[in-house]
């Protein structure tokens, strides 16, 4: 059965950075396209940004031009770098396929605050 794994959260400083990992085990995300999810206190669970197969990414806009999704498919693992994050991006972060759902992980905490 798959398993996904994140780590890498913790407290950060607005404007600070942080970088999450996640393991999808036994062999990767299946073919399907790896994607980062957040799920704020009281919020939906959202899509934050998703890697396709080709390599194209996708961001929303309110993590453009901060966030950046990459992948290391030897290890079955995808990263997600946080630059200059706010308290907006405060959350519990998780990653999955874009589509095609498998179970969800624990995920990681991120609490950006001074």
């Known amino acids: 059965q798959e398993q996904l794994v994140e780590s890498g959260g913790g407290l950060v400083q607005p404007g600070g950075s942080l970088t999450l990992s996640c393991v999808a085990l036994?062999?990767?995300?299946?073919?399907?396209?790896p994607a980062w999810f957040r799920q704020a206190p009281g919020k939906q669970r959202e899509l934050v940004a998703m890697?396709?197969?080709?390599?194209?990414?996708y961001y929303i806009d309110a993590v453009k031009g901060r966030f950046t999704i990459s992948r290391d498919r030897s290890k079955y693992t995808v990263f997600l770098q946080m630059n200059n994050v706010n308290p907006n991006d405060t959350a519990v972060y998780y990653c999955n396929r874009a589509y095609g759902e498998v179970p969800w992980g624990q995920g990681t905490q991120v609490t950006v605050s001074s």
């Open positions: 036994p062999g990767g995300f299946g073919g399907y396209p």
């Open positions: 890697m396709s197969p080709s390599g194209s990414v």
